[in-house]
């Protein structure tokens, strides 16, 4: 059901206009896709690495394929899209700069999240333990975790700056959803997550 949509997933389902064209790269379960089919009639498609997540997909009656952001968008057209949603998956490809661009190359805008970094909690872990940090946002152990990327907030500023982004929104975020209203720098000290709406 909807209704038990994640928070930060209804964030980004906040943003997305009525009967628009979306891609939800690392669509997971399809659970934000679903939803938006159901409750915003958008046009939805889905890539997803995992078997099981595709086979949920389907089981939910989505469009989705298998695939992966690194080598699969490439073979989808300019402007195809209205929205691209990337969902604390940057950190997990292995080139996140190509993957940002290739958004925003066959979508009018992207909607991306990312687990922040640079979260107090984490230096703090850090500097008490020695030991890369799991904590309530970022859960499982440096062996075990599909990251690759450390992202904090500044560092994809830092990146969407560079490359000549618009950032439209800016939503910081605790992993209940519950927005932090505050600047990227004070964001990037208190925020476990952040949510990003970009334009070329």
């Not at 595709?54 to 209205?82: K, T, W």
């Not at 720098?185 to 970009?198: E, I, K, S």
């Amino acid at each position: 059901m909807t209704s038990n949509l994640r928070p930060d997933l209804r964030l980004i389902a906040d943003l997305i206009e009525p009967g628009s064209r979306v891609l939800d790269v690392g669509c997971d379960d399809g659970a934000l896709l679903e939803h938006l089919v159901l409750e915003k009639q958008v046009d939805g498609r889905g890539l997803e690495l995992s078997q099981k997540g595709v086979n949920s997909c389907v089981a939910r009656g989505l469009f989705v394929i298998q695939g992966d952001a690194d080598n699969d968008l490439r073979e989808y057209p300019d402007n195809s899209f209205d929205y691209v949603v990337l969902s604390k998956t940057l950190q997990a490809v292995h080139r996140p700069r190509d993957v940002l661009l290739e958004l925003l190359r066959i979508g009018k805008r992207a909607v991306v999240t990312i687990p922040n970094f640079g979260q107090w909690r984490v230096r703090l872990s850090l500097l008490r333990h020695g030991r890369m940090p799991v904590t309530k946002s970022l859960d499982k152990s440096w062996h075990n975790t599909d990251n690759i990327h450390f992202c904090t907030i500044l560092d994809l500023f830092e990146l969407i700056e560079k490359e000549g982004l618009s950032v439209k929104e800016f939503v910081p975020h605790s992993k209940m959803g519950k927005k932090h209203r505050m600047s990227k720098g004070r964001a990037n000290w208190t925020a476990d997550q952040a949510l990003f709406l970009l334009e070329k």
